[in-house]
């Protein structure tokens, strides 16, 4: 039949994808591929049974809505591929991220009938990416607070607790977790230990 996907070669050969098809107005789903099950965990019929809104989350919701009415409003048919990354709940609760591909499919009247796509998973990877980010944005504040740095930081002489800009005290350690993202394992030095334990021998 013209137009038919063959759905079932397209899985065999992709494990790491979704394939799935959406009828339009009705925004409904009409086929996900059984991947969607090693991918998300929900099976087949609990796939079709889920909203748009209820697959993704908030954000990639309003992305994907944004792109379809988009592409709504085009007299193309099928010709302009689209690719987004989407967050797509799991069954488990987690969330995996998705790379998106989809084509909008007009009828001979140019009306718009179905939305084919195919969801490959890239969570692995997105998330390293996120991670990396984190960690760029991370040493970028140090470095502006660090530029910024008093040449002389008020630390009190015994208990060792920093005074900040607004006069409050706080300790050593907390002060350089804020704003140096540094974290700290206590131990005791041989001096105070002689000196909190004189009848051990240390």
Not at 23 to 38: D, G, V
Not at 113 to 139: F, N
């Amino acid at each position: 039949m013209e137009g038919t996907i063959d759905y079932k070669s397209l899985v065999e050969k992709n494990f790491n994808q979704i394939h799935w098809e959406i009828k339009l107005p009705e925004f409904s789903w009409t086929y996900i591929s059984p991947q969607i099950e090693r991918l998300r965990g929900f099976t087949a019929e609990e796939g079709l049974r889920q909203s748009l809104e209820d697959a993704l989350t908030k954000e990639s919701y309003q992305i994907i809505s944004y792109k379809i009415q988009n592409e709504l409003t085009q007299t193309s048919n099928g010709k302009d591929l689209q690719t987004i990354k989407l967050e797509s709940f799991c069954k488990d609760g987690k969330t995996k991220w998705f790379l998106v591909d989809f084509s909008v499919i007009r009828d001979s009247s140019g009306q718009p009938k179905k939305i084919i796509g195919v969801s490959t998973d890239i969570d692995e990877t997105e998330k390293m990416i996120i991670d990396q980010r984190k960690r760029i944005e991370q040493l970028e504040a140090i470095t502006k607070k660090m530029s910024g740095l008093r040449e002389v930081l008020p630390i009190c002489a015994s208990c060792k607790k920093i005074r900040k800009e607004d006069g409050v005290w706080e300790q050593l350690e907390a002060y350089l977790n804020k704003n140096f993202f540094m974290n700290f394992s206590h131990g005791i030095c041989k001096e105070c230990a002689k000196k909190l334990y004189p009848d051990l021998d240390l």
